[in-house]
């Protein structure tokens, strides 16, 4: 009778538990808006901003790149304008960029295309105010993490490099 009874309340026990931290106000799903680690997202219209992490660049130069990747889901082409890094303006490759519909253009990684900041005083570890402005999809807000440029961001550094 004893081990009917231990086992019945294990059972219940263990089926009141099961739910415990789901929900829409679980921890697990508040964190979904919050920057958590390298590889931010956001959105800003129908462009997406993938995997945002600011590499800073080598030691004393004060400068750091945002290595990222803009997918365009629209069907018409949309435009980079600017960006700011920590409330400055960055620098852009060739001014502005331009994201035809349809395409994944990455930036820093396995690219010619860079967002460089020459006057970054952020510690690594620390997340940074990033604002992308697209011509018509508007701004993209972020948070990004600041990394050193060590192991999978060895290399990745702004170019052209700071003077």
Same mark, same amino acid.
């Given at each position: 009778? %004893?081990?009917? @009874?231990?086992?019945? %309340?294990?059972?219940?026990? *263990?089926?009141?538990?099961? #739910? ?16 958590? #680690?390298?590889g ?7 462009i ?5 992490t600011l ?19 629209g069907?018409? +082409? ?6 700011? %890094?920590?409330?400055?303006?960055a @620098? ?11 395409? *994944?253009?990455?930036f ?9 900041s020459? #006057? ?16 018509? +999809? ?7 993490? *600041? ?7 060895? #290399? %990745? ?7």
């Amino acid at each position: 009778m %004893i081990r009917k @009874s231990t086992a019945a %309340i294990a059972l219940l026990a *263990s089926l009141s538990l099961a #739910g415990c931290f789901s929900g829409p106000n679980a921890t697990t799903t508040m964190q979904a808006g919050q920057s958590t #680690g390298n590889g931010v997202q956001a959105q800003a219209g129908l462009i997406r901003v993938e995997n945002a992490t600011l590499v800073t660049g080598p030691e004393g130069s004060k400068s750091a790149t945002l290595m990222m990747r803009i997918v365009n889901q629209g069907t018409e +082409s949309d435009r980079l304008l600017a960006a700011t %890094i920590d409330g400055v303006r960055a @620098s852009i490759t060739g001014e502005t960029v331009d994201l035809p519909p349809g395409t *994944s253009i990455p930036f820093a990684y396995e690219s010619d295309l860079w967002v460089n900041s020459y #006057g970054f005083d952020a510690e690594p570890s620390a997340f940074v105010d990033v604002t992308l402005v697209f011509e018509k +999809s508007g701004d993209a807000e972020l948070q990004v993490l *600041s990394v050193p440029p060590l192991s999978f961001y060895e #290399g %990745i550094a702004p170019n052209p490099p700071a003077a």
